[in-house]
């Protein structure tokens, strides 16, 4: 359905793709329904955001990127949508900084667990957790299917990257004591605000970034690295990604909004 | 697979709600997978106006309803998330302002019109037209299946209530001297600069109002229902729309937007 040609021209070319992308995982039975709804909601922010990683997302990435470095326990928690999107840079990542690998759905099914985690294998992943018996954990505070995680992965984590993740699950990490580092386009969410730090910014854009600034940052020491989590205000970054929503949004607002259409005959009994 | 239970607890509930409300919906045939992706951008938007009902929606909702009654042939116009989202109250507005109901998909197909037919029977619709051979007439500068639209329809209504449609179509209407009422979650969108009265709200808090509101005005003289029409302007209800936006955001971003965790003991090497 969505296999019509993008021309390179397109000036929304890149979204179009990464939604392909997204349909692709839906059709392999990594992405859920909602999540394309989810994607969706992205998409929008994206475009306010000016499809481009800004400043904020630069700094959140580099606070990030010392917090999994510094960390003792570091888990990547990996959903549907992520999986979807950017599986190899997962992978990447975790072996960069030494990170589990732990499949963390919303709307968990077995079949969907499997299917990620054979996709992430694909791409490179030695051990993924977080699958059927796995995941025989349970975060406090959350219900159903959703408060599972695994015994050698979240549950005893001490720093957890959890992109696009759900408000009620990122404050239930919080309430753990873990350090909770999120990728959310929506500063507005209470992932954004719940997660102590929060990368505003496509995870399409972010992930790479953050690879690359893992390779750099891996050279520093503790010290150093300590250093830049001190300097990180999270609050301070979420304010400057509204500030830059704010300042498009106002420029978009400042001219004549109603159309001018030009009409045939009135048939309107007004 | 997707009946998991949301708490009720969950502070995004109602959002979640309705996001499995589309799900259900294309599962039925009702929605496409295109439509999962627009219904998220509509939450963005819903995000930035704060999930509640404006005043400026109020005054839509006003005029719409004003429009609605005063209407020679009033059609409302159904699409697949239209259908998913508020089938019982596209019925009951229909009975109230004794309007036509017309499917009309942007993405059509013969299978997606019968399955939304139906759904609106099954909520007590008689007649729905713009199904198969119905769809026999075209719209003006249109290309391939878009344009088709039913004769008895949407071709001779002087007044349209077409929620959540395409800023294409939207033009085209109004080309064809239509008086036009949009229901769309963003203000800048090209329908809802396009249409004569744009209601910027979720539909599923808006079509309730408007049928509270025409139960209300249908007492009402058309003299007095002109008067309202008179007095309302669209282009300044999309500025108080935005500038609503505009100044949450506003105020959002000098606020506090980290929320305080009660966290247990820390856990992280920090």
């Not at 030494?98 to 490179?124: P, S």
């Not at 999120?182 to 399409?204: E, F, G, K, Q």
């Amino acid at each position: 359905m969505f296999k019509l040609l993008i021309p390179p021209s397109h000036p929304r070319r890149e979204s179009l793709l990464i939604r392909e992308r997204l349909v692709e995982g839906f059709k392999r039975g990594l992405v859920a329904l909602e999540g394309l709804i989810a994607h969706g909601r992205g998409e929008c922010f994206d475009y306010l955001i000016g499809e481009k990683t800004q400043p904020f997302a630069l700094k959140a990435i580099e606070a990030g990127v010392a917090a999994l470095l510094l960390a003792e326990y570091p888990v990547i928690s990996v959903n549907g949508n992520v999986a979807a999107l950017v599986a190899k840079e997962v992978v990447e990542l975790a072996k960069v900084i030494d990170a589990k690998i732990e499949v963390n759905l919303f709307y968990r099914t077995r079949e969907r667990e499997k299917a990620i985690a054979e996709w992430l294998k694909e791409h490179g992943a030695e051990e993924v957790l977080g699958v059927g018996e796995d995941a025989s954990a349970t975060i406090p505070e959350l219900f159903s299917e959703r408060r599972r995680v695994s015994p050698r992965g979240i549950l005893v984590a001490d720093v957890v990257l959890v992109p696009l993740e759900d408000g009620d699950r990122t404050e239930a990490l919080r309430k753990m004591g873990k350090t909770v580092i999120t990728i959310d386009l929506n500063p507005l969410s209470r992932t954004a605000r719940a997660a102590n730090i929060t990368i505003v910014d496509n995870i399409v854009r972010a992930m790479p970034l953050m690879i690359k600034k893992a390779e750099e940052l891996k050279g520093w020491s503790r010290e150093r690295l300590r250093r830049v989590l001190e300097n990180y205000d999270n609050n301070e970054v979420l304010q400057e990604a509204l500030k830059h929503i704010l300042h498009r949004l106002e420029s978009l607002s400042n001219s004549k909004l109603v159309l001018e259409i030009e009409e045939a005959c009135r048939t309107s009994s007004e």
